[in-house]
């Protein structure tokens, strides 16, 4: 028997103080804010919580409908299932999951990225969704050494590149991701995935792919993609990497001001050539961003920049205070476009 499904991505919602659409059961939540951190599954939904300042932002993902397809009987019609294994969190519904972890500070956190890291995609993998299109990457003190004398972000690049190469993961199939810094130690790293649809990935012209970075960047260069596309029948989406004033694989602009400049030109740079692929986001909009700002006195410039530049719904726009990825940067964009065909 021929019938229809609906073809779906995972999307995020933002609201401060309370988590209002928790009510609407979203596939996951989670809590940006607080002392404690962790990862729990309750009432088919996983909850994670990251250490930060008030006011607590929450953000909770749910499906969206992107296409519809024609399948052969009903397999593709998959209830909610959600469950906690090995520490890892996760939460299915038809073609979409959501999966997490949490790992507590280490001296040296290689080992444990990766081990945690290799049973995320291989929790993925066996529920049935091989095709990771975003991931997210939180650790504390990102910017500062560990015990070896290693900067804790390189530290934590070689146990993910070391966890890609184990599982065989090509460098072209990488997704997108952002790697943000946290005010307490640990590691939190959350992904989304699809049952059958595989993302495209899209690199920056204006920039070298970061899996190609030189070794003065560290032992292993970070593993993601500059964006990832979803397609589908009706909507396409992009999921914007965090991105930030970067020109080939160079750090540029020594002011808030400059850093600024180049993060919105680099991000214009990403939208045209993932147009020329996908002609339909030349008519798209930012559905929600999230900025990463190092300074609380930058917050004001940054958040009036980046609205003036690329507008999206209201309160779909949260920033946080939090460390970047290299300690001369300033301020980290990420996003999410959407393209109604």
């Not at 070298?208 to 970070?222: F, I, K, V």
């Not at 979803?230 to 396409?236: I, L, R, V």
Request: glycine share 8%; proline share 6%.
């Amino acid at each position: 028997m021929t019938s229809s499904f609906k073809r779906r991505v995972l999307v995020p919602h933002y609201a401060r103080g309370t988590p209002v659409e928790t009510a609407h059961n979203p596939l996951a939540c989670v809590r940006y804010g607080g002392d404690e951190a962790g990862v729990e599954v309750a009432q088919g939904c996983v909850f994670m919580t990251l250490p930060g300042p008030s006011p607590v932002l929450y953000e909770t993902w749910h499906p969206m409908q992107i296409g519809e397809q024609q399948a052969e009987g009903t397999a593709s019609i998959i209830p909610r299932m959600a469950g906690k294994e090995s520490g890892i969190g996760w939460s299915c519904e038809g073609d979409v999951l959501f999966a997490a972890f949490w790992v507590q500070d280490q001296p040296e956190l290689c080992d444990a990225v990766q081990t945690h890291y290799e049973r995320l995609i291989t929790l993925s993998r066996q529920k049935g969704f091989p095709h990771i299109y975003r991931m997210w990457n939180y650790l504390g003190a990102i910017n500062q050494d560990n015990e070896y004398g290693e900067e804790r972000y390189r530290d934590f690049c070689r146990g993910r590149a070391q966890a890609f190469d184990a599982l065989g993961v090509e460098l072209t199939a990488l997704p997108a991701a952002t790697g943000i810094g946290l005010p307490a130690g640990g590691v939190a790293v959350y992904l989304i995935a699809h049952r059958v649809m595989q993302g495209v990935n899209v690199e920056n012209p204006s920039q070298l792919p970061a899996y190609h970075y030189p070794p003065r960047y560290g032992r292993r260069s970070p593993s993601f993609a500059r964006a990832t596309v979803m397609e589908g029948e009706s909507q396409t989406v992009l999921y914007l990497s965090g991105t930030a004033s970067i020109r080939g694989h160079e750090s540029v602009g020594h002011t808030l001001d400059e850093q600024l400049a180049i993060t919105i030109e680099t991000i214009h740079s990403l939208r045209a050539a993932a147009e020329k692929r996908f002609p339909c986001l030349q008519a798209g909009r930012f559905e929600s961003i999230k900025l990463y700002v190092r300074h609380p006195k930058d917050v004001s410039a940054v958040q009036a920049a980046i609205e003036r530049a690329f507008p999206c719904p209201a309160g779909q726009a949260p920033l946080l205070v939090a460390d970047i990825c290299r300690a001369e940067l300033l301020v980290e964009v990420e996003g999410i476009l959407l393209a109604r065909h």
